[in-house]
């Protein structure tokens, strides 16, 4: 098992030794060797995960004897459920307990650092090297400042019959790609070319959460804008530009779905994959090589980044991003950094023997070339159903055919609500906190008074 661990270590050695350096200064201990992590799977889950999968990878228990090994450091894990992790974490910054290191997710941002849970990752972190993920950063900022950084990202690809392509004469999404022109105009024709109703066979088909596919191949994102300190829907203020983008790719899908009807209005969640694998779906949506892997039927399978949307200067594409934060209490802050530096170059290294050992070295770089693009839009606003809402209208709103401006509306409303329902709540908490100083100080200064008085 540890044999594992450090050729995967050696497989990173490039990557690490790009952020950290070579020779003497890769070697150089720190300060402060104890990293305390937050996490949500214990030793043993990830032993009995390695039993089940050998190549399975965990990015603290895979990374544990490497960075011991490289700086004869401790490391403590406090396991807690995953559900449980963002509160946890909250409590025991309020109650000043240490933690060095926690996962920066969708659920947690932009709470965080709008909560002063975590401190900015600037002059911790060179996020601008390997193995650090650009779309992961730009995920985990909260305004200007970068907060949570990581290498990972499962950007979603768009998978096609190439068997039916083929046979009906048309050009591939892959070819358009490789001559620069795959564009939404050329989705559009290919999902059109190959549609047939009265056969159940449709040009296209996805899960709910596809109009953020295509608002970041439009070059913006959604529900929250870049900076996560605003609605992506609204047309007010600064995001007006971004808003105008959404609104592109909004009434792109809408008219994939209600007027052109190439795309199957009736493909919810995972149906997509069914249909997909019985051949009545030309086209659809899935997340990484993995998800490619689950469409696989009996016939060729091709995949392409999805189309590129006039707004978009270079094909990018939305998907699940994790990383690391460093919480303000944090005792070592920069054994943290050393260890989320070490275990970003480990997953990234993992990524790619995964993907090459999937699709071969050749997808596996152009995967992880997109993974880079990825714009992820977090939902952490304390009232997660808010951005949950909002997803489910917009997706509703596009297969129904309603008015764009109506859907996009409500969901307006409900992420600008979810917003200053987090900062009024951050605003009561820091009342009730200095109201609670407030007390104390008078109670200590009653004791002291008390205490001077007895000794006369």
Partial sequence: MKQRVYARAALAGALFLACCGSGPQAKKRLADTRVTILWHTSKAAYEEALRKNPNAFDAVWSVVPAFEKEYGGRVEVLVVDWGKQRDTLVSMVRHGDSCDLAEANDQNFPLYPLKGIVRPLEGLVNLNEAPWNPGVSAAF????????????????????NKTLFEARGQKTPQAYYAEGRWTWEAFRAAGIALTRRDQGLWGYGAHAADYQVFIAGNGAQA???EGLDASGFTRQGAVSAVAEAVAEAVAFLRAAYAEDRYADSGCWGDLSVSRFKEGKLAMTLARGLEGLEALKGDFEIGWAPPPRGPGAAEHSTHGVVKGWCIPVTAWNPKGAAAFMTLSAALARAHALETGARLAGPEDAAALDALSRRVRFSPIGLGDLSKCWDADWVVARGLREGTAAAEFLGVADRLIREGLAALREEHRREQEAWRLYGEARERETSWGRFLAKNARR
């Fill in 223 to 225: 529900p929250l804008a």
């Fill in 141 to 160: 900022t909260w305004g200007d400042t970068v907060y949570g950084a990581g290498a990972e990202a499962a950007p979603f690809i768009l998978c096609y």
